[in-house]
């Protein structure tokens, strides 16, 4: 697939001639709150460094920065078929990837329905079940038997610490799982018992996280990848660096000091103590209101779970104030996340000059009946929601190529806010456009580009399960020294 790169942000149809002077002020305002400028950016970017590499000293920071045991990067020579598990909060997706040695690959794919009650249900009902469908899968697409024992890479997308490549210490459930007996206790060896009970013969061969498996697919198909993001309903990055940048693992392992290492960052948590990101009092009440105040400080400002509820408090406040939807009811609106992302996409890709579609949507959606110049202010606010999210995500990109001297590279970027946000991708390519001042660079000749990512749950976890097995068969370590694992496990029990 060729990229051409992003083209520029578009200039909107609509003259603001029509907006009373009132909005028109409102308009300014929010201008002024939500516009991140040049300046303000290489500040964030500047912080932002600072906060990778305080994650990846013995101290610890903000940013998790999580060695994932993922330490080399595909040649596109690997080959062979193997599996993988990708267990999402709806569904369980099973892939079978042959790799065949050219930087391709053919995947075959099931999913299966992640009945609610067993979110809730026992440790051993949920791994059976998933035992059941690796089974089913198998059945499906090998009658005659698979022949040898297959490897996995299982996606498991929850936070996690990880000694080796193949365990992973549930820290804590999200997604709207709450199983007991499983929190605290390494997931591998559950997941390994119920297979054997079932006699499926598949063995656990890599643990790993989206982020981490985007970066590596798309490194597959494209070698000038350095660097895997999501942007979706949360966010995430990944990217190698290498062991002697990574103080805290000093003394866990033994390895040469070149070796790399790719980082799981977490960098949700960037800012967790406010001192960079430029907070709205909107921003502040969705933390305050949040299950987890003061934690995800850059997620709530940047991820599509958040954008339609910050749209949403503004056009409440400027109701409130008397500025927007005079005499309407507003009670639709009044319900916390009753807007989503998608409604803000919706907002910008009206494509008439008076913003009809905005207005069938309001009066649809929320009985509420918008004048133009309203509509002109709503579409505005979704545009300066939409682009802050698009300079924010820009900064964390920003900041790992600068950490570690990258001049030159390929992002694979995934998410629905990435994949389906109108301008998104043209506006952080801008953003990074200011920060490295390319000002007479075109967008499809950026010397870094985040572009579309290859299946990182599917093929990436397959890919990372080849690369596991053929270190082991080298005889390298895949994880901490052999006597800490063991030191780690007797202290956990």
Known sequence: MVHLGPKKPPSRKGSMADVPRDLLEQISQLETLFTIDTQKLNIIVDHFIKELEKGLSK???????????????????????????DMGGTNLRVCEVELLGNRDFDITQSKYHMPPEMKTG?????????????????QSHHPNGAGEE???????????????????????????FDIDNVEGHDVQPMLEAALKRKNVPITVTALINDTTGTMVASNYTDPETQMGVIFGTGCNAAYFDVVKNIPKLEGL??????????????WGAFDNEHVVLPRTKYDVQIDEDSPRPNQQ??????????????HRLVMLDLHEQGFIFENQNVEGLKKSYSIDASLLSQIEEDPFENLTEVEDLFMSRFSIQTTEPERKLLRRLAELIGT??????????????????????????????????????ERGAQALADIFGWKDIPPADHPIKV????????????LIAA?????????LPVGMKPEIIEKLALEHK
Not at 451 to 462: F, M, Y
């Open 59 to 85: 101290e610890g920071g903000s940013i998790p920065m999580i060695p994932t045991w993922v330490m080399t990067m595909p040649d596109g020579k690997e080959k062979g078929t193997y599996l993988a598990l």
């Open 122 to 138: 026992s440790s051993e009902q949920l791994w059976d079940y998933i035992a059941d469908c690796l089974q089913a899968f198998l």
């Open 150 to 176: 297959l490897s996995l890479g299982f996606t498991f997308s929850y936070p996690c610490s990880q000694t080796a490549i193949h365990n992973g210490v549930l820290q804590r459930w999200t997604k709207g």
């Open 253 to 266: 392992i033994d390895l040469d000091p070149e070796t790399p290492m790719a980082i799981n960052c977490e």
């Open 297 to 310: 400080a850059f997620e709530k400002m940047i991820a599509g779970l958040y954008l339609g509820e910050i």
């Open 388 to 425: 802050r999210s698009a300079r924010l995500s820009a900064a964390g990109v920003a900041a790992i190529c600068k950490k570690m001297g990258i001049e030159k590279c390929h992002v694979g970027a995934d998410g629905s806010v990435f994949n389906k946000y109108p301008h998104f991708q």
């Open 451 to 462: 572009q579309p990512a290859e299946d990182g749950s599917g093929v990436g976890a397959a």
């Open 467 to 475: 690369l596991t097995l053929k270190r082991m068969k080298e005889g």
